[in-house]
């Protein structure tokens, strides 16, 4: 990295601004009180959610999962002056297990999730997350490794690149803009963030660039978690990151749109709703819940957190504390799967 590389990731650790980090280390803290206990950051980005908690609760350690090399560095960077209470690792979340093992940890805990992309990749420009300024169509999270935006978009068939705007993005013009893209790169190959722009400028009608924020944010999105996996990952770690809670142990998780959330949502009910058959007179120890909520709902950003950090705006938190084993008869469906 460059002397100026290095100036810029210092910068970008000043700006960066963790989202309701006070309300994240207070869920986390009676998990994180006793010595040796071990918190797993998920999704480490620049370290900020990291470093409130290790200044907070002193007994605590953190190990940091991220798979975007830039960001490793970076908070690894920013974390030096706690010593060996940080690890940092070059991991997807879904990898959490393998992780922990290598590290001789049976369990943790801890657990905290700041799902989404990250404000380094946003300020990036050149990693293409942003539809405000021109880049190179990437948009991944791990640079080193898988496929572009511009990939999908060139060489999906219409009626994939529709699928994935449409079920990723909630873009109700994603037919119009899937047909647009075709029709664009049977010319020349689409490789630039403003390339795009232009198409989804030509193909949604100007009544529906007028509300719900700026149009391209849903393509912009949707291109994304198509890119990075994301919610197929995420449907594989939270269950696994679950079962690496110890008893007492808790996770907290922020997604910051809708299909996250609900994926976050069912898999905490699935540990905090009887397993038992309704009308059995009594319920088995086996079949009580495992996890017990901490959050009624989602939690959302107060009006001054909105206003002091614009990236709070759409944030949903939920959290949980495991009460006991995961009951067996339930492991086989909470268990990671991988794809082959």
């Known amino acids: 990295m460059t002397a100026d590389d290095e100036q810029r990731a210092v910068d970008a650790a000043t700006r960066h601004t963790p989202v ?19 918190l797993v950051d998920a999704t480490l980005g620049m370290g900020g959610h990291t470093e409130g908690v290790l200044r907070a609760l002193p007994h605590a350690r953190v190990v940091g999962l991220d798979r975007d ?60 997350f942003s539809y405000s300024q021109d880049a ?114 808790r996770i907290v998780v922020e997604a910051y749109h809708s299909l996250e959330d609900r994926l976050v949502k069912r898999a905490l009910a699935v540990g905090a709703t009887s397993s038992a058959p309704p009308g059995l007179p009594v319920e088995p120890e086996t079949h009580q819940p495992y996890l017990r909520l901490l959050t009624r709902g989602a939690e959302e950003a107060d009006d001054t957190e909105r206003e002091r950090n614009p990236r709070s705006q759409s944030v949903r938190l939920r959290a949980a504390e495991r009460l006991r084993p995961t009951p067996h008869h339930l492991r086989a469906t909470t268990a990671p799967r991988r794809s082959a």
Request: aromatic share 4%; with cysteine.
């Open 20 to 38: 309701l980090l006070e309300r994240c280390v207070e869920l986390l803290a009676p998990a994180l009180d006793a010595p040796g206990a071990v």
């Open 69 to 128: 090399p830039q960001a490793l560095a970076l908070a690894g960077r920013r974390l030096e002056p706690f010593g060996d209470r940080f690890t940092g690792v070059h991991a997807v979340y879904d990898e959490m297990p393998d992780v922990l093992r290598r590290l001789g940890l049976t369990s943790v805990q801890g657990v905290l999730m700041d799902l989404g992309v990250s404000s380094l990749q946003l300020d990036e420009t050149s990693r293409g």
């Open 136 to 249: 190179p169509l990437d948009m991944r999270m791990d640079s080193t490794t898988g496929i572009t935006a511009a990939d999908v978009l060139n060489t999906y068939d219409e009626k994939a690149i529709a699928r994935v705007l449409r079920v990723y993005g909630e873009e109700r013009f994603a037919g119009r803009i899937a047909r647009e893209v075709v029709r664009r790169r049977a010319d020349a190959p689409l490789t630039r963030t403003g390339e795009l722009v232009d198409v989804l400028r030509a193909a949604i009608p100007a009544a529906g660039r007028k509300t719900g924020g700026n149009p391209a944010k849903r393509t912009f999105q949707a291109l994304r978690i198509e890119v990075n996996g994301e919610l197929e990952v995420l449907e594989r770690a939270l269950p696994a990151a679950v079962e690496c809670l110890a008893v007492g142990g």
